[in-house]
Nanobody, 123 residues
């Protein structure tokens, strides 16, 4: 019954910016760790960023650290991924994911997934 709906994907030039959104329903938003994963063709799914409800816990993959920022708006049950200084290697399908346990997200096994949104960074 948990539903996660991503939006904001599209085409952006290298060095540009894009903001992804994930609207959540069917869950108690405050009790979930939220995350963004990405997967490119022929590549393993990669955890990009994660955040707790309060923001007391944050995680960023080394490949995006300093360029991407994850945030949440608890009143809107929505999380965001601000992508700055985009690189061609950021091209992937980005999926929102949620779980009540931080460890399952870090293991790449969250219980709930969105459908994904395509991000393409041109060189």
């Amino acid at each position: 019954q948990v539903q996660l709906v991503e939006s904001g994907g599209g085409l952006v030039q290298a060095g540009g910016s894009l903001r992804l959104s994930c609207a959540a329903s069917g869950l108690t938003f405050s009790s979930y760790f939220m995350s963004w994963f990405r997967q490119a063709p022929g590549k393993e799914r990669e955890l990009v960023a994660a955040i707790s409800w309060s923001g007391g816990y944050t995680y960023y993959a080394d490949s995006v650290k300093g360029r991407f920022t994850m945030s949440r708006d608890n009143a809107k049950n929505t999380v965001y991924l601000q992508m700055n200084s985009a690189k061609p290697e950021d091209t992937a399908v980005y999926s929102c994911a949620a779980d009540t346990k931080r460890t399952t997200i870090q293991a790449g096994l969250p219980n709930s997934w969105g459908q994904g949104t395509q991000v393409t960074v041109s060189s």
